[in-house]
C-alpha cells in the first residue's frame, strides 16, 4: 500500500513535468516567433516533450491558460494565419518578474528532469529570510500594514509597524521597500528580520507610485537622494567590456567607444556605495574616467585597501 509520501512525490514530479511543458511552448514560440498548431504538435513529437504522447489541442488550450495566469504571458492566434505568438513580448523583458518567473521556473524543471547531474551543479548561498516572503506578498496583496521586528547588524531590534510597498532581489539577498508611520522610505532586508505579522491596519497605496522609478537612479538597494546624479564613464580593460555588454549593470548603460584594448562605457545615476562596490570588484578591469571626484574617490579606496596589505609578512 502507497503512503501519503510517494503521492506527494509523484504529485512533485507531475507539477515538474508540465512546468517543463509551459517553457517548451514558450521557448518554442520566443524561437520561431509564429507557429501553427500543427507544426506545434509536430515538434512536440520530436522533441519528446512528453515521452512522445501527442499535443492535443485541449492541452494546448489548457497550457496556454495557465502560461497566462502563471507568468503573464499571452499566447494569441493570428486568425488569418491560423499561427500561434506570444502577443505581450515585453513580459520577457530581463527586468521584469514575469522573466524572474520563467527563468526560475525553467531551471527548475531541467535540473528536476535531470537528477543524475545534480551533484554537478554548484549553486549560491540564499541568504536567511526567505520564510517571510509569502507574508510579505500577502500584506502587498492586501493593503495591511506589517508589524515589523528588526535589528541591524551590530544594533539594538526594534519593533515598528510599516506599508510594504515592494519587494527587490539583489545579490542573492530579499529586501522590502516599505513606508513608515514617520512617513519616510525605509529598506528592510528580510534576513534581518526578527519577526513579522499582518496587522488589521490598512494603508492606501499611492496610484503614481513605482517601484521601478524609485529605484531608476540607483545601481543595488541603497537609494540616497542626497547624493547626486552624475554622468559617470568608466573604462573597462581586458576581458570586462564582455561582462557588460552580456550582463549590463545598469538600464542607463551605454557603450561609446571601443578598442582592442579597452571599452569605454556610461552611465547617468546616484552613485551610491552599492554602485562603487560593485566598480570595486571588478579589480583591474575597471577605471573611472569622469567625474573627477568619483574618480578620486575610487582612488582612494584602492590606497586604503592597499594600504592594509602594507607590512604584512608572509
Not at 36 to 64: C, M, Q
Not at 206 to 226: I, M, N, R
Not at 233 to 255: G, K
Request: some cysteine; aromatic content about 12%.
Amino acid at each position: 500500500m502507497y503512503g501519503m509520501g510517494f503521492f506527494c512525490t509523484f504529485a512533485a514530479m507531475k507539477q515538474v513535468k508540465i512546468f517543463y511543458q509551459y517553457s517548451w511552448i514558450i521557448n518554442t514560440l520566443k524561437n520561431n516567433k509564429r507557429v501553427t498548431l500543427e507544426e506545434l504538435k509536430r515538434l512536440w513529437i520530436l522533441d519528446e516533450v512528453a515521452d512522445g504522447k501527442p499535443l492535443y489541442r485541449s492541452t494546448f488550450n489548457r497550457h496556454r491558460d495557465d502560461i497566462q495566469k502563471m507568468f503573464g504571458i499571452v499566447i494569441d492566434c493570428d486568425m488569418k494565419t491560423y499561427e500561434y505568438y506570444i502577443g505581450n513580448p515585453n513580459a520577457l523583458s530581463e527586468d521584469s518578474i514575469e522573466q524572474w518567473l520563467y527563468s526560475t521556473m525553467t531551471v527548475h524543471g531541467m535540473l528536476s528532469e535531470s537528477t543524475a547531474v545534480k551533484d554537478r551543479v554548484v549553486l549560491e548561498n540564499v541568504a536567511t529570510g526567505l520564510e517571510y516572503l509569502q507574508t510579505i506578498i500577502e500584506a502587498i496583496n492586501t493593503n495591511h500594514c506589517l508589524l515589523l521586528g528588526y535589528q541591524k547588524f551590530g544594533q539594538v531590534g526594534y519593533e515598528k509597524i510599516v506599508s510594504p510597498y515592494a519587494l527587490k532581489l539583489f545579490h542573492q539577498r530579499w529586501y522590502m521597500l516599505a513606508k513608515t508611520q514617520e512617513d519616510s522610505m525605509r529598506l528592510y532586508a528580510l534576513d534581518r528580520i526578527q519577526s513579522l505579522s499582518i496587522t488589521e491596519e490598512i494603508f492606501k497605496m499611492p496610484a503614481d507610485f513605482s517601484p521601478q522609478e524609485y529605484f531608476s537612479e540607483y545601481f543595488g538597494v541603497l537609494t540616497d537622494s542626497s547624493v547626486p546624479m552624475a554622468h559617470i564613464v568608466i573604462r573597462a580593460h581586458n576581458w570586462t567590456p564582455d561582462y557588460l555588454r552580456t550582463l549590463p549593470l545598469h538600464q542607463s548603460q551605454h557603450e561609446l567607444t571601443s578598442t582592442p584594448d579597452y571599452t569605454d562605457f556610461s552611465f547617468d545615476l546616484r552613485p551610491t556605495p552599492d554602485f562603487i562596490g560593485q566598480l570595486l570588484s571588478q579589480g583591474s578591469g575597471i577605471e573611472v574616467l569622469e567625474p573627477q571626484d568619483l574618480r578620486q574617490k575610487m582612488r582612494e579606496l584602492v590606497e586604503e585597501s592597499l594600504n592594509r596589505y602594507q607590512g604584512v609578512s608572509h
